[in-house]
């Protein structure tokens, strides 16, 4: 029976928290000029953008470590993931498209909404959905030549490929080609191979990585300040390999964390995996949230970077986790109990 693997309950919930902050710091980043309170804006930022990778690695995780040993029925699979993925994407991309028609951003139109959708462009956070539906798609492909051929090698192989994509490979939606990401998701499969090996390693090793992660968190978010508030010039491929690094150290040290909670603390742990587990929804709705309390504290004329700030963290997080949470638990007792009705019936013939 295999172990399960709890950590990544925690993980997906410092990932769902984290893009959050880095939606809502990012009005003070732009609009502060240069100053403490913005270096502080700009390093809280900056240590949490490591979120888009994070969440492809948790994919890789977990899809090779379900399937790895498992019967992999290619349409089954496609069938069940798109439906999980595709339909509440649909929903948001109709919710969005609804809300920017009444505020009188855009008119109604067949083509544009068509075109946004298949684009992931409706709101700035969707490309996403088009990026992990990419993996989807090809994770037989990953699959088979992880079970066929050296793990190390392809690891290897794919942090190449991955440098090169980030190197020569720029085009509008280059953000959502799944070749950007590549490596992050092989070392979430590559990890499911090895995981106790992994964490023995990162138990010995834990100082030693979360200090590297934090020094590589100063200087990308130092690299940022430079040219983006001192209008420094810098090379776009030197930014990008100090975000790749990054993501990949924010990744290791942040699995460390995860797997420190959930062995220390229950109640944390319980109240993360209910995050976890609404993540999806949390992820989904969030934006839309952050437009509504924006404006709402635009009629009250609260102009204040950090007051708006705080308050933008209290509003979006208390309702979004709210609501996304008791929706996921309602769909799953939903489930659960048609799952039983079912069986009852079954029974009874």
Known sequence: MKKKVDEIYVLRAIACLSVIMVHISAEAVV??????????????????????????????????????????????FIKKRLSTILIPYFIWTVIYYGYFIYKGYYTFSVGFFIENFLLGKMSFHLYFILTITQYYLLFGVF?????????HLILVLSAIINILVLRYVQFQYA???????????????????????FKNLLNKWKYAVITLHV????????????????????QGFTVLMTWFVFSALSIISLYYISTFITSRSSLIFRGLKQVSNASYYIYLSHPLMLIISNE??????????????????????????TLSIA????????RLRSLANQRFKEAKQ
Do not use: W
């Open 296 to 321: 709402f504290l635009d009629s009250f004329g609260i102009i204040s970077t950090s007051m708006r700030f705080l308050l933008n963290c209290i509003i979006v997080i208390s309702i979004v986790f």
């Open 175 to 197: 953000d959502r080609f799944f070749m950007r990401y590549i490596f992050f998701f092989c070392l979430g499969c590559y990890m499911a191979i090895h995981l106790d090996v």
């Open 327 to 334: 929706y996921s638990r309602f769909k799953t007792n939903f």
């Open 31 to 76: 609009s502060l000029r240069e100053s403490y309170l913005l270096m502080g804006f700009t390093l809280l930022n900056r240590a949490m953008k490591f979120t888009t990778p994070a969440f492809i690695f948790i994919s890789g995780l977990i899809l090779f470590y379900v399937y790895k040993d498992r019967d992999f029925k290619y349409m089954t």
């Open 215 to 234: 020094g590589i968190l100063l200087y990308y978010a130092y690299q940022f300040y430079q040219y983006q508030v001192k209008k420094l010039p810098v």
């Open 143 to 151: 699959r088979f030549f992880f079970k066929k051929y050296n793990s």
